[in-house]
């Protein structure tokens, strides 16, 4: 289950493009997922939060930890 305080990339269905989710609510909205991670991992750094980036079905395509983890950095990426 994800926590609340974890950060999401994820497709706005709606409006198209890509959307960064904090605790349900839109932080914000981009053309590209690129441009989605960008900011969402900036974001995640200062807040030091995990960041869950969601393919276009929905299911999670990453996770990368900026929160307080042990002395081993995630090497994900």
């Known amino acids: 289950m994800p926590r609340a305080h974890d950060l999401h990339i994820v497709i706005d269905t709606i409006r198209g ?10 932080l914000s909205h981009h053309l590209t997922q690129r441009r989605a991670l960008r ?15 969601h393919r276009r079905d929905g299911r999670v395509r ?8 042990g002395r081993i950095r995630d090497t994900e990426h």
């Open 17 to 26: 493009g890509w959307n960064v989710i904090r605790g349900g609510r839109r």
């Open 39 to 53: 900011i969402g991992r900036r974001v995640a750094r200062q807040a030091r939060v995990d960041l869950v980036t």
């Open 62 to 69: 990453s996770k990368d930890s900026y929160g307080n983890e």
